[in-house]
């Protein structure tokens, strides 16, 4: 039997649910995906940090409700977050990065990929920082340190689109697409179009898990930008940073200017898109639009995503499904996992040798 040993990185919201996950599904995926995880380490800026070989207890760690610096109480815990510390010293295949994202610097989150991959471990990670800023450099380091990177949930959480692209829309042509790609936003524009008011809307959005640690970055569109630019980069071959890409997002629209809008058969959406041109070229953006109501994004509610690919040969592909949620998350945090699990990554050669 396959036991995979992770170290979580930020146990807020996503790695929580990962935790709550593996505490009770480790014996069905088992069975039908073939591997099993071990949690050997955890670091949290709030509580602490705990390292253990022998592996921690998933269901003891998702029920207690552990204090300030609460780590410490465990078996090799300390109240000091020494996320560096666990990455490198937990003895972990893989690391799952789940800290929050930085649009501007991408770290801590890349100083953890890249002491990972020194240390010969694969991550997985939801946060957008490392794929935006850092993807073509994590993605050499890796390759040269004989260790995976995977990102799904960088972009519309657990539904997949990257892989879906890269793999099943291969030889599709793709020349551009076009999205809602940020639930937060999505939901507070439905909500408010009910008369609930901006900062209400956030609250729950907040509340609900879907929002970034600083709401900002999904109301102004700098979390859709890194979105737009990891697509780009993956998908259409683009070498984008995030200043390349014009951005705005939904803070300066009323429940009045969303009610104008519907009662003239349109509806407000962030929508954030980018497309090649003749000449190779790929320009980039995110706005509100005012969508006709029979467009296919102007039904999307919720904290639901959905991206149209434009590409030569099928004409438009679109794909709807959760764009943010805990569990929504811990799932594309799975999925990569499986993803090592069937690489010829050291992961997969270690099984076969078992
Ligand atoms: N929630 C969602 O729907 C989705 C989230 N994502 C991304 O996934 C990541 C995690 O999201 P989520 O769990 O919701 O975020 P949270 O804010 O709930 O959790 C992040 C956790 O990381 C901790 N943290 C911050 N810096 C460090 C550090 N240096 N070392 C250790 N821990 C640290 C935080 O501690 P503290 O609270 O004390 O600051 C917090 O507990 C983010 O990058 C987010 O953008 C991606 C797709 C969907
Ligand atoms: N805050 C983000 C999480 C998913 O990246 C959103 O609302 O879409």
């Given at each position: 039997?396959?036991?995979?040993?992770?170290?979580?990185?930020?146990?807020?919201?996503?790695?929580?649910?990962?935790?709550?996950?593996?505490?009770?599904?480790?014996?069905?995926?088992?069975?039908?995906?073939?591997?099993?995880?071990?949690?050997?380490?955890?670091?949290?800026?709030?509580l602490g940090s705990v390292i253990s070989p022998n592996g921690i207890d998933a269901r003891m760690l998702t029920a207690t409700r552990f204090e300030k610096g609460g780590f410490a109480n465990l078996s090799g815990g300390s109240a000091e977050p020494r996320s560096l510390h666990v990455?490198?010293?937990?003895?972990?295949?893989?690391?799952?990065?789940a800290t929050y994202t930085d649009p501007a610097t991408g770290e801590p989150a890349i100083s953890h990929c890249r002491a990972a991959f020194e240390a010969g471990r694969s991550v997985v990670t939801t946060n957008k920082g490392p794929v935006a800023l850092a993807a073509a450099e994590l993605k050499a380091m890796a390759a040269a340190c004989g260790v995976g990177f995977e990102y799904?949930?960088?972009?519309?959480s657990g539904t997949p689109?990257?892989?879906?692209?890269?793999?099943?829309?291969?030889g599709a042509e793709i020349t551009g697409f076009a999205g809602i790609l940020n639930g937060t936003s999505n939901f507070v524009l439905g909500r408010m179009q009910t008369g609930l008011g901006f900062a209400e809307a956030v609250a729950e959005a907040q509340a609900a898990g879907y929002a970034e640690a600083d709401p900002t970055a999904d109301v102004e569109g700098f979390d859709v930008r890194l979105k737009v630019v990891i697509l780009?980069?993956?998908?259409?071959?683009?070498?984008?940073?995030?200043?390349?890409?014009?951005?705005?997002?939904?803070?300066?629209?009323?429940?009045?200017?969303?009610?104008?809008?519907?009662a003239a058969g349109t509806r407000w959406k962030l929508i954030g898109s980018a497309a090649r041109d003749a000449s190779g070229r790929i320009t980039a953006a995110v706005r509100a639009e005012r969508l006709p109501l029979a467009h296919p994004l102007a039904s999307v509610s919720g904290a639901v995503n959905a991206i149209?690919?434009?590409?030569?040969?099928?004409?438009?592909?679109?794909?709807?499904?959760?764009?943010?949620?805990?569990?929504?998350?811990?799932f594309a945090l799975l999925s990569d996992i499986v993803a090592l699990h069937r690489k010829a990554t050291p992961l997969a050669l270690r099984e076969a040798a078992e």
């Open positions: 039997m396959t036991i995979y040993t992770v170290s979580l990185i930020g146990f807020g919201g996503v790695n929580r649910a990962l935790a709550e996950l593996i505490a009770e599904r480790n014996e069905t995926w088992q069975r039908e995906l073939g591997f099993g995880l071990n949690i050997v380490g955890v670091s949290d800026l709030h990455v490198r010293s937990a003895p972990a295949d893989i690391v799952v990065e799904e949930g960088a972009v519309m689109v990257i892989r879906l692209a890269q793999s099943a829309l291969a780009a980069n993956e998908v259409l071959g683009a070498t984008l940073t995030p200043d390349q890409v014009d951005c705005a997002g939904i803070s300066a629209l009323t429940p009045a200017a969303l009610a104008e809008a519907e149209t690919f434009q590409t030569g040969l099928l004409g438009d592909v679109t794909v709807t499904g959760p764009g943010a949620g805990r569990i929504e998350t811990a």
